[in-house]
């Protein structure tokens, strides 16, 4: 019988809490989770237990920031580049973020980071593209132009993997501000 078993994550930034909620039904299942795998989950196979998970993002936790956690109620379950965590807690334990405002604190920190890790990306990829259309209208060299076409679609890929994240960041924050009445 296998004792480990891998899912995909819908991605983060998108599916947050429905990644959760489907490792909480992997963990009533006996699936508990064990890390991070690639663009997913690892599992191992347990006894079944009901659990909560919640995701948090800080970047270079301490002791004190998971004790803080450990004191609601909430266990270190793993982290990723010691800035994603996950905590587990028995099913009605009360939620880390417990209101809208910690919420959009906890966005806000997670959009600054991934446009900090986007612009670059983005500034070299419009550089490149403005190269690569000067190059067609004779301003400049025809390999100039095939040298920025090809950097530029190196730096639209990488830009996507930071980028796509900022978007849906942005559009959660967007969602909480107008269910709380505050402007975007």
């Given at each position: 019988?296998?004792?480990?078993?891998?899912?995909?994550?819908?991605?983060?930034?998108?599916?947050?809490?429905?990644?959760?909620?489907?490792?909480?039904?992997?963990?009533?299942?006996?699936?508990?989770?064990?890390?991070?795998?690639?663009?997913?989950?690892?599992?191992?196979?347990?006894?079944?237990?009901?659990?909560?998970?919640?995701?948090?993002?800080?970047?270079?936790?301490?002791?004190?920031?998971?004790?803080?956690?450990?004191?609601?109620?909430?266990?270190?379950?793993?982290?990723?580049?010691?800035?994603?965590?996950?905590?587990?807690?028995?099913?009605?334990?009360?939620?880390?973020?417990?209101?809208?405002?910690?919420?959009?604190?906890?966005?806000?920190?997670?959009?600054?980071?991934?446009?900090?890790?986007?612009?670059?990306?983005?500034?070299?990829?419009?550089?490149?593209?403005?190269?690569?259309?000067?190059?067609?209208?004779?301003?400049?060299?025809?390999?100039?132009?095939?040298?920025?076409?090809f950097f530029g679609l190196i730096a639209f890929i990488i830009l996507i993997f930071p980028g796509l994240p900022y978007i849906?960041?942005?559009?959660?924050?967007?969602?909480?501000?107008?269910?709380?009445?505050?402007?975007?």
């Amino acid at each position: 019988m296998l004792k480990t078993k891998y899912i995909m994550s819908d991605g983060l930034a998108f599916s947050e809490e429905k990644d959760m909620q489907r490792l909480s039904r992997y963990a009533k299942k006996g699936w508990i989770l064990e890390g991070f795998a690639g663009l997913g989950f690892k599992l191992r196979k347990e006894e079944p237990k009901y659990l909560d998970y919640s995701l948090d993002y800080l970047k270079e936790a301490d002791e004190e920031y998971f004790q803080y956690f450990e004191a609601a109620g909430w266990s270190h379950v793993c982290s990723s580049g010691n800035e994603i965590h996950v905590f587990c807690a028995p099913i009605g334990t009360k939620p880390i973020y417990s209101d809208k405002e910690t919420i959009i604190e906890k966005y806000q920190r997670q959009k600054k980071q991934m446009g900090k890790y986007a612009l670059p990306f983005l500034i070299s990829w419009v550089v490149f593209f403005v190269l690569s259309v000067l190059s067609q209208n004779s301003i400049l060299s025809e390999t100039i132009g095939n040298v920025s076409e090809f950097f530029g679609l190196i730096a639209f890929i990488i830009l996507i993997f930071p980028g796509l994240p900022y978007i849906a960041y942005h559009f959660r924050l967007k969602k909480l501000r107008k269910s709380m009445g505050h402007r975007s």
